[in-house]
């Protein structure tokens, strides 16, 4: 019934609970979840775990807070990229909140992402954080639009929700929606148009209440579609239904 749109269960603190992990998914009624990749390091971590579990698909790309990584070039991108459980490009993107100083490194990572995502015809997963007027502007000078994407874990505005939209892409939302204070993200979850949300967990980070504080996994994302559903004063299931067919819409897949 949901669908994870973006986790790291490679990362130590799920991955050594994987069993617990996928149970408590299907408990929940989240059939599937995307791992996405930070580095390329741990890219073959991924990919195993993809290639071992028929419920996760795997991304490749290098996260714009990893400053001291191996640079991607866009032809390993692309190479990697033609796994068949390999389903977008990113994590990448722009974000002028962790680190400062001349960033041009960062946004030319940034283009050989986006340039590597229309080679292979994969969605990008992209990662905005006060920084959302460089991200738009270099969207539209690589022609991020030909072929779309997610915007994940967003925080941004409405308006910048909108302008990405106008370039083929998704709206997700993470277990920040379940915040009190979390109007601006309220509001985005609340008037995107249906067919344009997604929802993730972006575990283990970020866990929604009643489990705030806590370690996140992918069977929580279920509390973020209970407050999406909530805000937009639809049904759980039909909030569940859209998301889904919005996932399947975006990565060429064929969930139930």
Not at 21 to 42: F, I, Y
């Amino acid at each position: 019934m949901f669908i994870d749109s973006h986790c790291h269960i490679n990362f130590p603190e799920l991955s050594q609970n994987l069993p617990e992990v996928l149970s408590n998914m299907r408990q929940n009624e989240v059939t599937h979840a995307l791992c996405v990749g930070v580095n390329l390091e741990n890219f073959p971590q991924i990919l195993q775990l993809a290639e071992q579990h028929e419920q996760i698909y795997a991304s490749l790309g290098v996260h714009p807070d990893y400053e001291l990584q191996s640079e991607p070039t866009q032809e390993l991108l692309v190479r990697l990229a033609q796994h068949p459980k390999v389903i977008a490009i990113g994590e990448t993107g722009l974000d002028y909140f962790r680190l400062k100083g001349d960033l041009e490194w960062q946004r030319e990572r940034f283009r050989i992402h986006i340039r590597a995502a229309k080679e292979c015809r994969k969605p990008l997963i992209i990662h905005t954080r006060e920084a959302a007027e460089d991200t738009l502007r270099i969207m539209a000078e690589e022609g991020a639009d030909t072929i779309g994407g997610v915007m994940h874990c967003f925080t941004e505005s409405l308006e910048v929700a909108q302008e990405a939209i106008k370039m083929n892409f998704y709206i997700s939302i993470s277990g920040i929606v379940t915040f009190k204070k979390a109007v601006q993200v309220k509001q985005v979850a609340e008037y995107v148009p249906l067919d344009r949300l997604l929802i993730e967990t972006d575990s283990p980070y970020l866990a929604p209440v009643p489990h705030r504080g806590k370690l996140n996994q992918p069977g929580y994302v279920k509390h973020v579609a209970e407050e999406i559903a909530k805000l937009r004063n639809i049904s759980l299931v039909e909030l569940g239904r859209a998301t889904t067919d919005n996932f399947n819409r975006l990565f060429l897949l064929s969930i139930s």
